[in-house]
């Protein structure tokens, strides 16, 4: 998505060998603002396409142009689960579902469509984005909810959402409500589980979630099952 580089420019953010890290001096003062705040208010061919879609005009797609994105029975996506997690079956459990995030996190390297394609806009398949090991904000949400698919996250858990805030910048993450148990909570797929010290982290609330994504209003959400651009499941009461 041409806009999602736009969120680490505001917030201050540059990219290491180890993924997104905050500058120092900015990191202890803005978690200690929002630390306070919140205590007081207490097959080989992945898809039917050849390639990814050139993106200029992704409003106008069909559902099934969306979920075809979503790829979990891809042999490279499952070589790829293979290297992170060992030999199948594989038993679902928190520190799998981290050490998937943590692995797209580090492993993908963040990327502008202008840079890679020459284009403004372009949605990479997870087979593209595994062959390249780069991408921007759409093509690591849709790398890190194929490989939970994948691993085996039920489609009605886990979404690539399509977020815009107030200013009409867009960005792509995930949401979803299998990690903690029915609760919805959204994943910024380019930072880790735990990017900060064990101290500085909310019981199973990731702040870096919260500081980037805590403006984007959904729009839309899809998986290879599913997709919604109006009432969303976590809308539900």
Known sequence: ?????????????????????????????????????????SGMSCVSYDTGLPADYWSLWTEDEFKALITPDCQLVKDCLQDILGDPPYE????????????????????????????????????????????????????????????????????????????????????EDWYLGGEWRVIEPQVEAQPFHPGRRFKDFNLADFLLLRHYEIIAAFNDFYYYDEAFPWDVD
């Open 92 to 175: 679902l459990s928190k520190d799998g579902f981290d050490d998937i995030r943590d692995w797209v996190a580090d492993n993908i390297e963040y990327m502008p469509d202008e840079e890679q394609w020459g284009v403004d806009d372009y949605w990479q398949t997870s087979e593209e984005t595994l062959s390249l090991g780069t991408g921007d904000c759409e093509d690591f949400a849709i790398l890190l909810c194929t490989l939970l698919g994948s691993y085996g996250i039920d489609a009605e858990r886990v979404y690539v959402a399509i977020g815009v805030d107030d200013k009409g910048q867009g960005h792509a993450f995930l949401i």
């Open 1 to 41: 998505m041409a806009n999602c580089i736009w969120i680490l420019e505001k917030l201050n953010i540059t990219r290491n060998d180890r993924g997104l890290c905050m500058k120092k001096r900015f990191l202890i003062l803005f978690i200690s603002g929002i630390a306070l705040g919140l205590l007081t208010a």
